[in-house]
């Protein structure tokens, strides 16, 4: 018996080798390419341009919001110089003035955050639809198995970021 799983260990041992050296050649033939969505989303011209709209079309909105902070600051420098010699009413009255201010100001700011970032998105989106045309053309015409746009690691040897940068730079 001790002889017979000796043997059935060494046929399994063996059979263990040639599975792990035709993994081996399987896997050579294996091609793997690594895009970083980051690098697209910072050096593409589209992504560019998706971020100059974006600055364009909240720029308004911007600048109003900075006013009124600076507007809500002046009033509140103002209501602390003035705050000892007011009349309790008066004190009162200023003091929810300004409260209710800085809440039409935390509201105005939040509305503005939650667009931009729904815009950004949307932005974002595009880019990274054409990017994912662009990409499975690349790994069709050069015969790509895998492509992966997220890893902990990759081996620079993988990495076809610029290839789909160019040609993404490349379309109009």
């Not at 989106?125 to 994912?132: D, G």
């Not at 662009?134 to 050069?142: N, S």
């Not at 076809?160 to 993404?168: G, R, S, W």
């Amino acid at each position: 018996m001790n002889m017979r799983f000796s043997s059935w260990l060494t046929k399994a041992a063996l059979g263990l080798v040639v599975g792990l050296f035709s993994l081996s050649v399987a896997a050579q033939d294996f091609r793997i390419g690594f895009v970083s969505t980051d690098r697209l989303f910072r050096e593409a011209n589209i992504a560019k341009a998706a971020q100059t709209k974006l600055e364009q079309e909240f720029a308004r909105r911007e600048k109003d919001l900075q006013n009124l902070a600076q507007q809500l600051k002046t009033a509140s420098d103002k209501f602390e110089r003035e705050a000892p010699t007011l009349a309790e009413s008066q004190r009162v009255v200023r003091q929810r003035q300004l409260i209710n201010q800085d809440q039409e100001f935390q509201r105005k700011q939040r509305e503005f955050q939650e667009d931009l970032n729904l815009r950004k998105n949307e932005e974002l989106q595009a880019v990274l639809e054409r990017a994912n045309r662009v990409i499975k053309q690349i790994a069709e015409a050069e015969k790509y198995d895998l492509v992966i746009q997220e890893a902990v690691y990759i081996n620079p040897r993988h990495d076809i970021t610029d290839k789909v940068l160019t040609a993404l730079n490349a379309l109009k």
